[in-house]
């Protein structure tokens, strides 16, 4: 068997094939390579006939004499450039999905929303043709924009993807048995929504985890999982990647960085009839307290640390006998 778009991710360009070139100043442009096309700039342009059937990494030059580094584009650098209906989920972000949530080869997957498809292809890469990946989209445009993308990415439609049109509450459980599912992956305004459903599709074991843009969704799905009382205590975090610049002895990080994409929260369903242990902690405000609650804005809903009394009557006495003493473990920026 082979593994889809394997022939297209190798061996010479060839017609239809879709190419990255990246110009002196590194800007770059992505191009679909047809017989007797040309690419234009405003200094030159070159022909699509000297890059088809050379090799990966060649370069080429133009009428001008400007040179290009053309490249087949990485899953990242695809899902970067392509046309996008609804925002994606970052490649750092994809990345940690697979590994954390664990999709592994022959693995079904349910994926709710998939608007342009970027995390659809990450998933499809893991589980692989034995796989299944169950995708679910309430806007019929978003889920056409997804499913041209994979197919320009993998050069046909992938035997383990279905999309399903319609809302995941609804749709899911005409589609798969309970207890079938080993991963469910949200990417939605509202999982919290998704969780019954998600919880009779899952087997038991399976791994839930929901990509959330904000830190009140992120709050209002995790006390969700745990009212539900079928998942074990959500893990939530968040990746921070920054990019460094290397130039001779100008090695150092990059000044712009994409500051934040998302937050990522896992759970896992527990076996049917089994309720999650009990577990110690501090009281904390439910994401149900109205806002102009001043009570539910108290430290411990806060989840801050209270010093004791002792402990805040000792520093006084040491700060107001000007008796400070600091020690800092790590230096700080001035
Ligand atoms: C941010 S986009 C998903 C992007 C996608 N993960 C990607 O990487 O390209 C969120 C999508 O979820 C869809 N959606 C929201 N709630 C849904 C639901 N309950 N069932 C199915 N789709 C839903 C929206 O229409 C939207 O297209």
């Excluded at 593994?3 to 094939?17: C, M, S, V």
């Excluded at 290009?68 to 972000?93: E, F, I, N």
């Excluded at 299944?132 to 383990?160: C, K, Q, T, Y």
């Excluded at 001043?294 to 700060?319: F, H, N």
């Amino acid at each position: 068997m082979t593994a889809i778009g394997a022939d297209l991710r190798r061996g010479p360009f060839g017609e239809g094939e879709r190419i990255q070139l990246t110009d002196p100043k590194g800007r770059l442009h992505t191009i679909t390579l047809g017989a007797g096309k040309q690419f234009h700039t405003h200094r030159g342009y070159l022909a699509h006939d000297d890059l088809i059937g050379a090799p990966d990494g060649s370069t080429v030059k133009n009428t001008a004499g400007v040179e290009y580094l053309a490249l087949r584009p990485l899953l990242s650098d695809y899902v970067m450039s392509m046309p996008r209906g609804a925002a994606v989920v970052y490649p750092k972000d994809a990345g940690q999905i697979v590994t954390m949530a664990d999709v592994f080869p022959g693995a079904v997957v349910v994926e709710a929303g998939v608007g342009s498809g970027a995390l659809s292809m990450s998933l499809l890469r893991a589980v692989g043709e034995e796989g299944r990946v169950h995708s679910f989209e309430r806007r019929a445009d978003f889920a056409d924009i997804a499913m041209a993308n994979a197919r320009a990415f993998f050069g046909l439609d992938h035997p383990a993807w279905s999309v399903t049109i319609g809302d995941l509450v609804e749709e899911l459980p005409e589609v798969v048995e309970p207890g079938t599912v080993d991963r469910v992956v949200l990417d939605m305004l509202a999982p919290w929504e998704c969780l019954d459903v998600v919880a009779d599709a899952l087997a038991p074991g399976g791994v839930l985890i929901c990509y959330v843009a904000t830190a009140t969704q992120l709050s209002k799905v995790a006390e969700a999982m745990r009212d539900k009382g079928a998942f074990t205590e959500p893990n939530a975090w968040e990746s921070l990647v920054r990019g460094w610049h290397l130039e001779g002895l100008a090695v150092r990080p990059q000044h712009r960085m994409h500051g934040h994409t998302g937050f990522l929260i896992t759970t896992r369903r527990l076996a049917p009839g089994v309720t999650p242990p009990l577990r110690k902690r501090r009281p904390g405000g439910g994401y149900d307290v109205e806002v102009d609650e001043v009570e539910a804005w108290s430290p411990e809903a806060l989840g801050e640390r209270i010093p004791s009394e002792k402990r805040v009557r000792r520093v006084r006495k040491t700060v107001t006998a000007g008796r400070v003493t600091t020690t800092v473990t790590e230096s700080s920026p001035s």
